[in-house]
């Protein structure tokens, strides 16, 4: 006796599962559990490879929430599909792009030698506030406070996320879109 099974619609859902899991519903970029998962490999790569250094910046909406109290939270989504689509262009295909929690994004820059190399990436993240975007007929600019830091040997996950998040208070505390470094 020979049975068949079609398993195409079991897969379809489990590829649909999957898609949930790591990627973020409403800006469609990898997800928190994603990052976790890379950033992870990207410390083991570091770790066995004495020349491999990369970094990460953490970067949270300026005045995201007053935004979308006063638009309504379609108009939200629409600033966060855009900001991430932006976001993910200017982190380019080498780098990844990553929906944290709420308004606040990561970007792995991967095979960055020094602070210099990554302030390149940085920099073209910089420049996604000054031009002003149309969503829903209004006009608007995109403005983050911006925090990095370079992986130094021995440091976890949430030792770069610690960094770079007091990194980005400090930026917000200074009122400035800019990328300012916290190194140990």
Do not use: W
């Amino acid at each position: 006796v020979i049975e068949c099974i079609d398993v195409t619609e079991a897969r379809k859902k489990e590829e649909e599962l999957l898609q949930r899991a790591l990627y973020d519903q409403v800006t469609g970029i990898p997800n928190r559990m994603f990052f976790l998962e890379e950033i992870e490999k990207e410390i083991m790569k570091a770790e066995r490879d004495n020349t491999y250094v990369f970094g990460m910046t953490f970067l949270d909406l300026n005045d995201f929430k007053k935004m979308n109290d006063r638009y309504g939270h379609g108009f939200g989504d629409e600033y966060l599909k855009t900001f991430a689509k932006f976001l993910s262009e200017a982190a380019g295909e080498e780098h990844a792009a990553f929906r944290y929690a709420g308004d606040e994004f990561i970007v792995i820059t991967r095979n960055t030698r020094s602070y210099e190399k990554m302030s390149l990436v940085l920099k073209r993240i910089a420049t996604l506030g000054t031009e002003p975007y149309t969503i829903d007929d209004k006009i608007i600019s995109f403005a983050a406070s911006i925090g990095s830091v370079l992986y130094r040997k021995g440091m976890s996950a949430k030792d770069m996320l610690d960094a770079s998040d007091k990194a980005m208070y400090e930026s917000k505390k200074r009122k400035t879109v800019e990328a300012f470094p916290y190194t140990f």
